[in-house]
């Protein structure tokens, strides 16, 4: 069975009303431009976003803010898109902050099968509110509970036909923890090669977590998200 | 653009980076710290996955290779790339020397606010508070007064803090404070700036200890 995926529509079959859903990038940058667009052009709505911010003012998952489709996002900064704040105050989306390492550890934690873990990140600040403490070797840890989605959209550089993907510098980031931490997983790339082309030395994510792959349509430049193919 | 009072205080934060050594800079003056280090062992670390940061000039810029304030950088020989919960390990895990770090407020033992501010739309965590737990050394950078005068030194924090760890020094415009047993002192004056001056913009107590040739 191939997981070439021939467009967003059918990349995004096993999205559902309600789900959560895992969107790799920080901001823009490494983020699956084509399957957002594709995400904000189906009719569902209520989603749990886990995503290191929501996009940017009308860009990414910005739009998909806009649509009304987001019940909740999950990151660590929501500064950068002032859409968010908004939004918040007027009580049209929940928002769950994270720090940064506490969010990307969290999603580790639910792709290698962890419950959850004990973290001395935000220890007696708001954040630690309602949050379990221990002390372990004489120092004060906080659990945080293991995150996974519905699906999981990430963007990587290459992708073999078998799922195997490697990534572009910073764009990087949290897609390959994404890529172990959701039920379904669907990869946006620029380019896709034959089995053997990519060392295997060099492959990031193994084949076993993907379970579609789509070629970008829409890119992230020095001037802004262009759309071609 | 960065005028010229961030640029003293990124330049004498410069000062503080002695190679070999791992540095994460934060967004805003402590981004502007890295063009005063000439020493190839001083690694300049982001968060969002690259060992190895450096600038960049117009012509080779990549919008797919950034820093944690999402401009653009560059990748030095010897860089390497890693995702963010690698990239946190290392900074939990101890493996980052020196954080450089903006604040929105501090108090008198060196405890920071630079996250959240009640009522507005600043809320970002980031990885403020992974980087104050995990860096062994954090400096402060920052203006001494928020921009309607008031002191961002104040003897207690009203925004929410973002780690019960104090930082190890404090630098801005005017001064510079050394954090010992979470108590503030004044180790040393920015050139142009009085004692006066000093205690007059200061809220936060804090005790004087001017270091030799400090002047």
Same mark, same amino acid.
């Given at each position: 069975m191939?997981?070439? $995926? ?6 995004? /079959?096993a ?5 959560t859903i #895992?969107?790799?990038g +920080? ?10 667009d ?34 909740k996002?999950?990151?660590?900064? +929501? ?9 918040y105050?007027?009580? /049209?989306? @929940?928002?769950?902050? $994270? ?27 708001? $954040?630690?509110k309602?949050?379990? @403490? ?8 906080? +659990?945080e ?17 078998l ?14 923890? #994404? ?8 990869a946006?790339?620029d ?9 295997? /030395? /060099? ?5 076993? +977590?993907?379970?579609?792959i ?13 759309s071609?193919? | 653009?960065?005028?010229?009072? !961030?640029?003293?205080?990124? &330049? &004498?934060?410069? *000062? ?9 800079l ?7 710290v890295a063009?005063y280090?000439?020493?190839? !062992? ?27 304030? *999402?401009l653009p ?9 890693f995702?963010?919960?690698e990239?946190f390990g ?6 980052v020397?020196?954080?450089i770090l903006?604040?929105l !407020?501090?108090? !008198? ?9 009640p ?7 980031g990885?403020a ?6 860096a ?7 203006t001494? =007064?928020?921009k309607?005068?008031s ?12 780690? =019960?760890r ?16 979470k108590k ?15 205690k ?16």
């Amino acid at each position: 069975m191939t997981k070439l $995926l021939p467009d967003g529509t059918s990349a995004l /079959e096993a999205v559902k009303t309600g789900d959560t859903i #895992m969107v790799g990038g +920080f901001g823009l940058i490494g983020a699956p431009l084509t399957l957002i667009d594709a995400l904000t052009n189906k009719d569902v709505k209520d989603l749990t976003i886990i995503s290191n911010n929501l996009g940017e003012k009308g860009k990414g998952l910005g739009i998909l803010l806009g649509e009304k489709k987001i019940k909740k996002g999950i990151g660590s900064y +929501f500064t950068s898109n002032r859409d968010v704040g908004d939004a918040y105050q007027r009580g /049209e989306i @929940e928002l769950e902050l $994270l720090p940064q390492g506490t969010l990307s550890e969290s999603i580790r934690a639910g792709g290698a099968g962890i419950g959850g873990y004990y973290t001395k990140t935000g220890v007696g600040t708001e $954040l630690a509110k309602n949050k379990e @403490e221990r002390e372990i070797n004489g120092e004060r840890y906080i +659990f945080e509970q293991a995150i996974r989605a519905n699906v999981a959209l990430i963007r990587a550089w290459k992708a073999d036909t078998l799922g195997n993907l490697v990534y572009y510098k910073t764009a990087r980031n949290f897609n390959p923890v #994404m890529a172990t931490a959701a039920d379904v997983v669907i990869a946006e790339v620029d380019e896709i090669v034959e089995p053997g082309e990519l060392s295997p /030395e /060099e492959i990031v994510t193994p084949h076993l +977590f993907v379970d579609g792959i789509l070629l970008a349509s829409k890119i992230l430049t020095n001037e802004g998200v262009v759309s071609h193919g | 653009m960065a005028n010229e009072i !961030q640029e003293s205080i990124a &330049r &004498r934060a410069a *000062k503080e980076l002695n190679g070999p050594c791992v540095v994460n800079l934060g967004i805003g003056i402590p981004t502007l710290v890295a063009k005063y280090i000439d020493d190839e !062992q001083v690694y300049f670390h982001t968060e969002n996955g690259l060992l190895g940061v450096t600038d960049v000039d117009e012509e080779n810029k990549d919008p797919n290779l950034v820093n944690a304030g *999402k401009l653009p950088v560059g990748e030095t020989i010897g860089a390497s790339f890693f995702n963010s919960a690698e990239s946190f390990g290392m900074i939990r895990g101890g493996h980052v020397d020196v954080a450089i770090l903006g604040v929105l !407020q501090m108090d !008198q033992s060196g405890k920071i606010a630079n996250w959240a501010v009640p009522g507005k739309n600043i809320m970002g965590v980031g990885g403020a508070m992974d980087l104050l737990v995990g860096a062994k050394k954090v400096i402060v950078t920052t203006t001494h =007064t928020a921009k309607d005068g008031s002191s961002k030194l104040l003897k207690e924090c009203t925004f929410p803090i973002t780690s =019960t760890r104090s930082v190890d020094m404090i630098i801005t415009e005017l001064a510079v404070f050394e954090v010992k047993e979470k108590k503030l002192e004044l180790v040393e004056l920015m050139p142009g700036a009085t004692l006066d001056e000093v205690k007059e913009k200061t809220e936060a107590e804090f005790s004087i200890r001017l270091k030799e040739g400090a002047l």
